[in-house]
């Protein structure tokens, strides 16, 4: 397993000015381009609403261990 580098500042691909996180694994610029961990970078939409989820990452017989994840939703009123 790489180890992987932090990398605070993420700069936008678009304007090169530095994306401000709004969740975490989920980053947003000022220009309207969005980064997601995992699928990259993006434009936003109007129509997209960003929220977060729990995601259950472990279940054992006396836990339940779950964590927050950013997750794209789509306003439909807008589409
Ligand atoms: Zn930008």
Redesign the pocket.
């Known amino acids: 397993m790489a180890e992987k580098k932090k990398n605070p500042k993420q700069r936008?691909?678009?304007?090169?000015?530095a994306?401000k996180q709004q969740f975490i694994g989920l980053k947003h610029?000022?220009?309207?381009?969005s980064w997601q961990k995992g699928s990259g970078y993006f434009e936003r939409t109007p129509g997209m609403v960003f929220a977060l989820e729990r995601k259950i990452t472990k279940k054992s017989k006396n836990s339940v261990r779950s964590k927050q994840v950013p997750v794209i939703r789509y306003d439909e009123k807008q589409g």
């Open positions: 936008c691909p678009n304007c090169g000015r994306m610029c000022k220009c309207g381009t």
